[in-house]
């Protein structure tokens, strides 16, 4: 065991304490895989990412993710925040525009947005594969969220990494109600992204909520085109306050039916009192780009 630089990002804020903070390992050279598992577990956070030197030449650096339940082949916040934390340590990318992060699911590049007098990271949205649920899966999935059927206006399996359980309902409203049995999800074995649109009537309050502490800290309080929900019993964690991957699949999925624009803002962790916010970007050729402000809370070293 040796000291091991340290860092822990708050992602999809700007305002420390109310993103989805992400425990980032800058040295993960000489760590097992049980080595690993066992410090996800004892961070206890949604997500906590290991650094290590690329294997592929095109890379800058190369990112394990793990849970408190497992090893994950990509996901958003930690990519965001470990991308934050490794340019904040000095990192050097071998481009000035785009850092690229090498993980198990391929290389993703990350881009630098200039925002305001900042800066803020986006990731390109790893393809997705989409397809039809089983209509008892959904059905099943559907009652342990306390939902009906005619709630539902649309589902889907999204896979770019991390598999959901994709679900539109028809406003935000029902969204935020949404009470699920945990226990049931985690037994089902099904990760669950539920999403609905913020209507005209009535948003004004619904956006005003979920702004509410983003306000107070003085972070930029975007109007949000949908809330968000993300239910991961499954891997260890009930609900994650804010998460990349599922946004992303989201967009790919939701800007392709037209249900939503090329560009536009996601909020979640309003649930659970915090105020994430996900900016989503279509390009021209079709890529979606997933980005959100970082913030350092925690630096020093972990003894592993």
């Not at 962790?269 to 809370?297: E, K, Y």
Request: glycine letters at 12%.
């Amino acid at each position: 065991m040796r000291n091991r630089p340290f860092q822990q990002i708050d992602v999809f804020t700007a305002a420390p304490g109310y993103g989805n903070p992400v425990a980032v390992v800058l040295d993960g050279t000489g760590l097992d895989d049980a080595a690993m598992q066992h410090f996800a577990r004892w961070t206890n956070l949604s997500e906590t990412t290991f650094v290590l030197p690329p294997t592929d030449a095109q890379a800058d650096y190369q990112l394990r993710i793990f849970t408190p339940g497992g090893e994950l082949p990509f996901a958003g916040h930690p990519t965001l925040g470990s991308c934050h934390a490794w340019l904040a340590a000095g990192g050097q990318p071998k481009r000035a525009d785009v850092i690229v992060q090498q993980c198990a699911k391929g290389l993703v590049p990350i881009r630098r947005e200039a925002v305001g007098g900042g800066e803020r990271l986006a990731f390109a949205a790893p393809p997705v594969a989409m397809s039809a649920p089983s209509p008892a899966v959904l059905a099943q999935v559907a009652a342990a969220l306390g939902l009906k059927a005619a709630q539902i206006a649309k589902a889907q399996l999204l896979d770019n990494g991390p598999v959901w359980l994709g679900l539109l309902l028809h406003d935000a409203d029902a969204v935020l109600a949404l009470e699920p049995q945990h226990s049931v999800l985690a037994d089902l074995g099904q990760k669950v992204g539920v999403a609905g649109v913020h209507q005209a009537q009535g948003a004004t309050q619904l956006i005003s909520r979920s702004n509410r502490e983003a306000r107070a800290f003085g972070a930029a309080a975007d109007a949000p085109a949908i809330e968000v929900r993300a239910f991961a019993a499954p891997i260890g964690v009930n609900e994650d306050p804010v998460t990349g991957s599922l946004n992303a699949s989201l967009a790919q999925w939701l800007i392709g039916t037209g249900d939503l624009p090329a560009q536009y803002v996601a909020a979640q962790g309003t649930a659970l009192g915090r105020a994430g916010r996900v900016h989503i970007a279509q390009a021209g050729d079709g890529q979606v780009w997933v980005g959100g402000d970082c913030v350092g809370v925690v630096r020093g070293e972990v003894t592993l």
